[in-house]
């Protein structure tokens, strides 16, 4: 009991971490009590799904043999939560713009932590399955309001480095979790991952409603597009869940039927009054669009590592899952650790020079995973984490402060989910790509010494896919054309 409540503090002291690197940074960037709070908010939250998300991974096979998982189900885990994301992110971003970010936040941060509590108790792969997506949902509320609301308060010339203090929160999660997820599954068993989940979600909301003062709206009056809403979630829902059914008939009749529902709402968003997604700003608006495809195209290339290396490592190389998460930590140490200094970069310099560099490492980073074997040293691999974090941060926040300043204030809502979506389609498409793959290869087989031979083949093909991915997203990244500060970038002190 003394061990389980002495990591409990562990984590919280973690968090405190991230409190810490919030005030220091804030010491340079702002004196404002409410541009403070907000930031601090939305860093604690920003740490939120990302440690999640990286410490359930590493559970993944303690899970599989508690609820009696195969390989495919296996990866629903992480799909199921993303595809939930997405499917939230563009509504509660026009519901937030049109009714309050600040309540939208507040609620995502419920719905979360109702979700994780809940998941302790789950019995059966189902229904774990269905709490995931609970958890999803919340995150997307919070998620895309989070960046809204620091965007509406801090001005342009103070912008990227607020974004690289958020980025770097999210990869402090990411760093965080594989070994909180690896030390709490070895010894006190998966769902304890999701108690400590509680307390961070209820401080988060706390500090939400008492320091977090005041409200931000950029499209007030204006009425919720619900068939809109609808035919983007159904849209989003054939696609993801086409692609992992993929190459059967099945598969291939919901992709398409996926297809035909993305040509119907983008028709029916050109001729409603007030579309739940602009999707004019991708045809008028080149940097945004640029910027977006390039952040779609970097996630879909990389999201996958962690899934196929926490496998890898348990089960090639047999480490135990806390050995397995230390070693994951190298990549997201190294994204914290770099993405406010890419942040403050990009406040002076075009961020698209940053952004392309940074996806050009990835590249190199991602083609060299091809080539793993059970005999590859465990050195080759942490420098290999440690270049693809460095990529991962140069081209993250100066990415991301390209998109929220290509748009006016009052798409901010918008912009956020859309970098967001953007962000969590690549990584559906990425963990589409690898449950294809494994079920192509393996089949709805647990993961085994009989086919390690067939999972090695399966993550070769993965990493020779996401690296194509990327480097097709160079293109984007550098073509995008320059970001230049407007008028209308001034911050404000909520209204």
């Known amino acids: 009991m003394y061990d389980l409540v002495d990591s409990i503090y562990r984590t919280f002291y973690i968090q405190k971490l991230v409190h810490f690197l919030a005030m220091q940074h804030m010491q340079q960037t702002t004196g404002s009590s409410l541009e403070r ?77 109702a979700g994780s509590f809940m998941a302790v108790f789950t019995t059966s792969a189902p229904l774990f399955i269905t709490l995931r997506i609970v958890q999803g949902l919340g995150a997307a509320m919070f998620v895309t309001t989070g960046m809204a609301i620091l965007t509406s308060i801090f001005p342009a010339n103070r912008r990227g480095r607020v974004i690289g203090i958020y980025v770097a929160a999210v ?71 086409g692609a992992t059914l993929v190459p059967s008939p099945a598969g291939l009749s919901l992709s398409a039927c996926g297809i035909v529902l993305l ?55 047999e480490m135990s899952p806390q050995t397995a998460g230390s070693v994951l930590m190298a990549q997201p140490i190294m994204m914290a650790i770099l993405s406010p200094l890419a942040g403050r970069i990009a406040d002076r310099l075009e961020p698209r020079l940053l952004a392309t560099a940074g996806m050009i490492v990835t590249v190199v980073s991602v083609a060299m995973f091809i080539g793993l074997s059970p005999a590859t040293s465990l050195y080759a691999i942490i420098a290999n984490l440690i270049l693809l974090g460095t990529g991962f941060a140069f081209f993250s ?63 070769h093909t993965v990493f020779t896919i996401s690296a194509l991915f990327c480097l097709s997203g160079v293109y984007f990244s550098w073509f995008r054309g320059a970001v230049l500060h407007q008028p209308w970038e001034n911050g404000d002190n909520g209204r």
């Open 263 to 317: 040509y119907i709402f983008v028709k029916h968003q050109l001729r409603v009054r007030f579309p739940v997604f602009d999707v004019k700003l991708f045809a008028q608006n080149k940097t945004f669009a640029f910027s977006s495809l390039a952040a779609l195209l970097h996630y879909s290339a990389t999201f996958a590592v962690t899934f196929l290396m926490s496998l890898y490592l348990q089960y090639i190389k």
């Open 171 to 241: 990869y402090i999660g990411l760093s965080v979790g594989p070994l909180a997820g690896g030390f709490f599954t070895q010894h006190f068993g998966w769902r304890s991952i999701f108690v400590i989940l509680l307390p961070l979600g209820i401080l988060s909301l706390l500090l939400t409603l008492s320091k977090l003062r005041g409200e931000w709206r950029g499209e007030p009056g204006q009425h919720l597009d619900l068939v809109g809403c609808l035919l983007y979630a159904s849209t989003i829902l054939a696609l993801v869940y």
């Open 37 to 113: 709070s907000a930031l601090i908010v939305a860093t604690l939250t920003s740490f939120l799904g990302p440690f999640t998300i990286s410490s359930v991974n590493v559970a993944l096979p303690a899970i599989q043999s508690d609820l009696q998982m195969n390989a495919v189900q296996l990866s629903w885990i992480a799909t199921a939560y993303l595809l939930a994301v997405a499917i939230g992110l563009v509504p509660a971003g026009k519901i937030a713009d049109i009714h309050g970010r600040k309540k939208v936040f507040a609620t995502g941060l419920a719905v979360y932590t």
């Open 397 to 459: 926040s100066p990415n991301m402060s390209a998109i929220m300043g290509a748009v006016e204030k009052r798409h901010y809502g918008l912009a956020s989910g859309t970098v967001a979506t953007m962000r969590l389609l690549g990584q559906m498409l990425s963990m589409a790509v690898a449950t294809v793959v494994l079920a192509v290869l393996i089949g709805r087989e647990a993961i085994t010494p009989d086919n390690y031979n067939l999972f090695l083949q399966s993550v």
